[in-house]
């Protein structure tokens, strides 16, 4: 019941990290169905050994869209949750109650979006899910488990972005002034702000394309006027940004990992602070560049190249600045340094792939072929997940007061980043060797089949590098308990308890510069300084409205989805036709809304008694 019905960001971190890393090990599961199907080709009987082509397509779908919208996008918003409000000295986000109907809201639209294995009608449309494929001439009622699933999940992406920004604009502690804030939390307040300017874009599409499909509108139903290539663009306005609403926590994580094991401040700090922001700029000038091949024309195709390139050049002044900041550092080879080191050149080729990419004339060649699924895993899987991963053995004992297994670490580093290069690295080569995306079986002889061999086998070793993390992670329930400072941190939240009090800071730090916490120890002194007097602590109360405003939502995107579908029987065809389920789920969140406004909720104190009490 308490987990239903928290606002704490500490504990919301968690959930997102549960949910998040269940949704992993789904999309994990479906990308090594992927991989055995296409361990072998087609037999000589012209028979595909493993899945059909239909099931083959719903599969692959899943996984793309599991591991972008549930599994990375929520572990980033778990980390934001975990790490972001005790890096700025501050007692929580700056709307408590919002960031549970964030979680919630996702949680309720993943669920809803896998409910489709269990009724047999799975999105089989790709990710992208490109009109006319997603119409309801070409596909059933998967899609409108994407389109409305994802639209409950997205709700709760955007209100958790904007309450980044404003906790980061407005609670930052005493002298934390923004170029004294921790790299983790400028990126993260860079994709705050990122997500607040996408994800509207997708939510209007997605509106179109469930109009379309139960309405009969004509957004993009060529025959009767539409444009089918308008979803495209509308797509990728908010897809490419997307990329860089992941890319950019990863980051800051990074950011924060190379300092503490490097011994050295990060170099260029406010270099780093630039190129990011830049980089938020850019993401919104390059979303054709997916569309190379659509027929936009030569002047448009050479601009968004060209634009596309320019990111490199942000991108290129944090890599040579990490690279700098461990440069004659005194360098401590811990499982969260391991992985973001190996990040630093893994990322970079996911980088160089990206600049052939984006040369309209080469693309005419990579395009939808394997060379572009090794390209985006490379940045996905070896920017992305490298440095989550590096960040969960980084901030796991401030989170849970528990120490990881450093030896269970190394071995989960050494499987999957090998079988993450063994996996994807030939699959470059597949590209260029004619081996098309999306495809669910190939012929014999082609070249394809040692390489499509290889690749599968890496993609094993991952799956046990991910359980020996899961060992790693049931066995430090009875492990060492965490001590406040375990690495020697810089930065403020590692001067309070692991894992941090419920109010995190008893006293707000006071702030004299970067790296606050290291000013301290530099200065020979064990803890922050306070830039308050003790006193009683204001927190908000739980509420378990959020829950059940999601849960209304949820339900009313069934009856949105089912309210022209055949039942078997009269009873549910009345329910859904006339729009009663639709309608009790949305009055259920309105109800919810309405209670919240009306109910004043002023909290409650935790008085200066109990805080001497905890010493
Ligand atoms: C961990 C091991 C992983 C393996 C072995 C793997 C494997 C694959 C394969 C083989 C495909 C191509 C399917 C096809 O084109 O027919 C694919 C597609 C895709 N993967 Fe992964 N993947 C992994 C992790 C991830 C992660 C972590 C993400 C994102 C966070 C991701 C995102 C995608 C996306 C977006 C697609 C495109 C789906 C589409 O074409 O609609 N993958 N994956
Ligand atoms: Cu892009």
Not at 286 to 305: E, K, P, Q, S, Y
Not at 436 to 460: K, M
Request: charged fraction near 10%; glycine fraction near 10%; charge should be negative.
């Amino acid at each position: 019941m308490d987990w239903l019905t928290t606002v704490d960001h500490k504990k919301i971190g968690i959930l997102y990290f549960a949910a998040g890393g269940f949704f992993f090990i789904v999309g994990g599961i479906e990308a090594l169905l992927i991989r055995l199907q296409l361990m072998f080709p087609m037999g000589a009987n012209g028979e595909s050994w493993f899945l059909d082509g239909q099931t083959y397509n719903e599969i692959m779908t899943m996984h793309g869209t599991t591991m972008i919208f549930l599994a990375a996008m929520p572990l980033i918003f778990g980390l934001m949750n975990a790490v972001v409000p005790l890096q700025i000295g501050a007692r929580d986000v700056a709307f408590p109650f919002l960031n549970s109907l964030g979680f919630w809201t996702f949680f309720f639209g993943g669920v809803l979006l896998n409910i489709s294995w269990f009724t047999g009608t799975v999105p089989d449309i790709g990710w992208t899910a490109y009109a006319p494929l997603s119409g309801e001439e070409f596909s059933g009622t998967g899609s409108d488990y994407y389109a409305i699933g994802l639209q409950i999940a997205g709700i709760g992406t955007l209100v958790g972005g904007i309450n980044f920004l404003v906790t980061i604009i407005n609670m930052r502690a005493p002298g934390m002034t923004f170029m004294r804030m921790p790299l983790f939390t400028w990126t993260s307040f860079i994709t705050s702000g990122i997500i607040l300017f996408a994800f509207p874009a997708l939510a209007v599409g997605l509106i179109y394309i469930s109009f379309d499909r139960l309405f009969d509108a004509n957004f993009f139903v060529t025959a009767t006027g539409g444009n089918a290539v308008l979803w495209e663009h509308i797509f990728w306005i908010f897809g490419h940004p997307e990329v860089y609403i992941l890319i950019l926590p990863a980051f800051g994580a990074i950011s924060e990992v190379l300092p503490t094991f490097a011994r050295k401040r990060l170099f260029g700090y406010s270099s780093m602070v630039f190129a990011t922001a830049l980089i938020g700029f850019l993401s919104f000038m390059v979303w054709a560049h997916h569309m190379f091949t659509v027929g936009m024309g030569d002047i448009a195709n050479a601009l968004f190249g060209v634009a596309t390139m320019l990111i490199a050049i942000p991108t290129g002044i944090k890599v040579f600045n990490w690279l700098f900041t461990i440069w004659g550092g005194n360098i401590q080879f811990t499982t969260a340094m391991l992985y973001a080191t190996s990040f630093i050149p893994t990322f970079v080729m996911g980088g160089v792939t990206g600049v052939m990419l984006a040369i309209p004339p080469a693309d005419f060649q990579f395009h939808d072929s394997y060379f572009v699924v090794a390209h985006f895993h490379y940045v996905i899987v070896g920017g992305i997940v490298l440095s989550l991963l590096a960040a969960v053995y980084y901030w796991w004992p401030k989170m849970f007061g528990r120490m990881l297994n450093e030896t269970l670490g190394k071995w989960s580093f050494w499987l999957f980043f090998i079988g993450f290069h063994l996996t994807f690295f030939i699959q470059h080569f597949l590209g260029l060797w004619g081996m098309p995306r999306r495809v669910f079986t190939y012929l014999p002889n082609q070249g394809w089949d040692t390489a499509n061999f290889v690749s599968t086998i890496g993609a094993f070793f991952m799956a046990a590098g991910v359980i020996v993390i899961l060992i790693n992670v049931i066995i430090s329930i009875k492990g060492p308990k965490a001590p406040a400072d375990p690495w020697d941190g810089r930065t403020l939240e590692w001067s309070i308890p692991s894992p941090s009090p419920e109010y995190n800071f008893k006293q707000l730090p006071l702030v004299r510069g970067l790296d606050a916490f290291w000013l301290e120890k530099m200065d020979g002194k064990k803890e922050m300084t306070p830039a308050e007097p003790l006193g009683p602590i204001h927190m908000p109360s739980p509420s378990i409205l959020p829950f059940f405003m999601s849960l209304g939502l949820f339900i009313a995107g069934f009856g949105f989805m089912y309210r022209g579908y055949e039942f078997e029987s009269m009873f549910i065809n009345n329910l859904f036709g006339n729009n009663i389920i639709a309608i009790s789920g949305l009055a259920i969140t309105f109800v919810c809304m309405f209670l919240r406004s009306v109910y004043d909720d002023h909290g409650y104190h935790i008085e200066v008694e109990e805080l001497q009490k905890e010493g």
